[in-house]
């Protein structure tokens, strides 16, 4: 029975996802997180196994740690497609329990960006909130072979607040070393990373695991401009954006300049408005722009932009936090730059009227 720290009638639900691939250990990280909960909270449980039998759902009923959890299982596909409208009537059930926390653990083939655009629309917008997204991964999956090849193992890694490189017992030096070197090429990196093994006894703070949000805001790419930069780097100072919905840093080492920005996720870009803009910039030797990169959002699609060698590169990613862009320039900017950069983006912003 809950005794304390009742929500509010009117707060919305958290929800986390538990995503990796199968047979990662994401059950067994649910456990950990249900044997360390608070103990006057009830969390529910939303489990999609793509088989008919429902094995994950039974080890977890069958849990000491999940008793007093309500448990749904979704079965004979994922989430994100065939299983899609059991998912609606699954988050609906648990949601008239009442619960004070959902733990979402689709199943490992599927694609986990789709269950939380599900969860930003009506009716369910309304009614939870995305809390901290957990991924499971091991060391031997995060080679640089399976990371070009998965489309879902990099939805997985790019989506989590939090990542656990499991099973870190079974893996060989070589492998750890290969999986750092995948993790430290990711963008935006990651803030949270455990190297772990669930099945040994672990202790996980499990408030931290469940809570963590990714926040760092998008200065990643200058500190490897300049030998020493980690010594001479500046802070980034936040400033007042023209742009609506926006945060803007600046930060410089000696000749080099960057400026950010961190767009709310409602905001959408004109994708050939923003590419003629952005290769505008290119292309413009006075502008000086070393370097582009970020994850914009076009439409209802979220792209990771990257220039390289003077072109531009865009891909899919399954990024859905916030818009964010970062732009380098081999000279300091003053307050006119500034302005024309942003009088330039806010042109690329998508309106009512327009078509994307």
């Not at 399976?146 to 499991?166: C, E, H, P, Y």
């Not at 993790?183 to 963590?212: A, R």
């Not at 060698?309 to 862009?325: C, G, K, P, V, Y």
Request: net charge negative; with cysteine; aromatic share 6%.
């Amino acid at each position: 029975m809950k005794t304390s720290n009742q929500p509010a009638p009117n707060a919305k639900c958290p929800v986390n996802l538990v995503t990796g691939l199968l047979g990662n250990g994401k059950t067994t990280l649910i456990q950990h997180l249900l044997g360390s909960k608070p103990q006057n909270e009830i969390w529910g449980l939303l489990i999609n196994d793509f088989g008919e039998i429902g094995i994950d759902a039974a080890a977890l009923t069958n849990s000491q740690n999940s008793e007093n959890s309500p448990l749904v299982e979704v079965s004979g596909g994922c989430l994100c497609c065939t299983a899609f409208q059991g998912y609606q009537q699954a988050l609906s059930t648990l949601l008239a329990q009442k619960v004070d926390r959902i733990l979402i653990e689709p199943t490992g083939l599927g694609h986990p960006a789709k269950i939380i655009d599900l969860l930003k629309q009506p009716p369910f917008k309304d009614l939870v909130s995305m809390a901290g997204i957990i991924g499971v991964v091991t060391a031997a999956q995060l080679s640089p072979e399976r990371w070009q090849k998965s489309a879902i193992m990099r939805d997985i890694v790019t989506l989590a607040d939090t990542l656990i490189v499991n099973k870190n017992d079974l893996a060989t030096p070589a492998e750890l070393a290969a999986a750092q070197s995948v993790l430290n090429s990711t963008y935006p990196p990651k803030e949270n990373c455990i190297v772990t093994s669930l099945q040994n006894s672990v202790s996980l703070d499990t408030p931290n695991l469940v809570d963590f949000k990714q926040t760092k805001q998008p200065f990643f790419l200058i500190a490897g401009l300049e030998e020493h930069a980690q010594q001479t780097a500046g802070t980034p100072q936040p400033f007042v954006s023209t742009l609506p919905l926006c945060t803007r840093s600046e930060m410089r080492i000696g000749n080099t300049s960057t400026i950010g920005w961190v767009f709310d996720p409602q905001l959408q870009f004109h994708r050939t408005h923003f590419l003629a803009w952005l290769n505008s910039l290119i292309t413009d030797a006075d502008k000086n722009l070393l370097r582009a990169k970020g994850l914009i959002k076009t439409g209802n699609e979220w792209q990771h932009l990257n220039t390289i060698d003077q072109q531009t590169q865009l891909s899919d990613i399954a990024w859905r936090q916030d818009s964010r862009l970062e732009l380098i320039f081999n000279q300091a900017l003053n307050e006119q730059d500034i302005a024309t950069l942003e009088s330039g983006l806010s042109e690329c912003l998508f309106t009512r009227n327009q078509q994307i």
